[in-house]
């Protein structure tokens, strides 16, 4: 006897076979239990009256019994309500397939089922994972905005400063401190325009003291430095570039007449080579 499971449907208790006497349903259960893969009961009627624990006469009633057409199944086949067929050392299962079949359909829809769950229960998860982030994200650019709102706020009711330690003067401040030193009108907003475009610097250094760089203006040290030098560098490059470019090109000149000075002798050579050897040729 194989090891195998078999499974019971439930509405055997309401089944016809339910309605008969005990030895018959137990020998019709253990039928059920032992039989194989190709639903074959392999066994003797000693054995399987053994083996369902019923006398052997109640055993073979009962296979006379499972055998026959049965008026009152409710399956309604070719063959008539008979549950059992003999075979070479056993019985043959008739229904063993389509019982077989109906519990691995229940088992595939559940399977389905099982997926289904846990598809849409991973699809629920991240939903609430997006949508955590998508509200994190959104609740860091609102406080992102906010900040950048206030920087800006602040900015404009602060003075600027172009660097740690240094803050620019007002228009105010600055026209009251050009009054003080006498700094022409003129001078006074060539100055501020200057140093408010280049981040108050002095050259390439960060101002420190915008009341002495406004009275250095004042003597006119540092005015003319406020001046544009865009047309003097230019030119300045300009000359050099077109100084270097003259160079380059009289090297150019001179290697290439130096070559042809080369190919010029060569040919030259090869020339009087060949009249010496027709010379000789005409001698001998």
């Not at 190709?38 to 052997?56: E, K, M, N, Y």
């Not at 172009?162 to 009251?176: L, R, Y």
Request: hydrophobic share 40%; proline share 3%.
């Amino acid at each position: 006897m194989s090891d195998t499971f078999a499974k019971l449907a439930s509405k055997i208790i309401s089944s016809t076979v339910w309605q008969l006497d005990d030895h018959t349903r137990l020998v019709w259960v253990t039928m059920l239990a032992m039989k194989d893969k190709d639903h074959i009961v392999t066994a003797s009627v000693p054995g399987l009256a053994h083996f369902a624990r019923v006398p052997v006469e109640s055993c073979r009633r009962a296979l006379e019994i499972l055998s026959s057409p049965d008026k009152d199944s409710q399956t309604e086949d070719e063959n008539e309500g008979r549950r059992i067929q003999p075979v070479e050392n056993g019985w043959f299962i008739i229904n063993g397939e389509k019982y077989r079949w109906f519990g691995a359909k229940a088992e595939m829809q559940e399977a389905v089922r099982l997926r289904v769950a846990a598809h849409r229960a991973k699809l629920k998860a991240l939903h609430a994972v997006t949508c955590n982030k998508t509200l994190r994200c959104n609740d860091q650019a609102e406080a992102e905005a906010e900040a950048e709102e206030r920087k800006k706020k602040e900015g404009a009711s602060a003075p600027a400063r172009s660097q740690k330690g240094f803050v620019a003067p007002t228009d105010e401040e600055a026209a009251a401190y050009a009054t003080e030193i006498a700094l022409p009108k003129a001078k006074l907003d060539t100055f501020l325009n200057h140093y408010k475009a280049n981040g108050w610097k002095v050259g390439r250094n960060a101002m420190k003291d915008w009341k002495a760089t406004m009275r250095n203006w004042l003597n006119d040290r540092f005015a003319s430095a406020a001046k544009p030098t865009n047309d003097r560098n230019a030119h300045t490059y300009a000359a050099g570039h077109e100084a270097e470019l003259g160079k380059q090109v009289a090297e150019i000149v001179r290697r290439r007449q130096e070559e042809n000075n080369k190919r010029w002798a060569a040919q030259a050579k090869a020339r009087e080579q060949q009249a010496n050897a027709k010379r000789d040729d005409t001698q001998s």
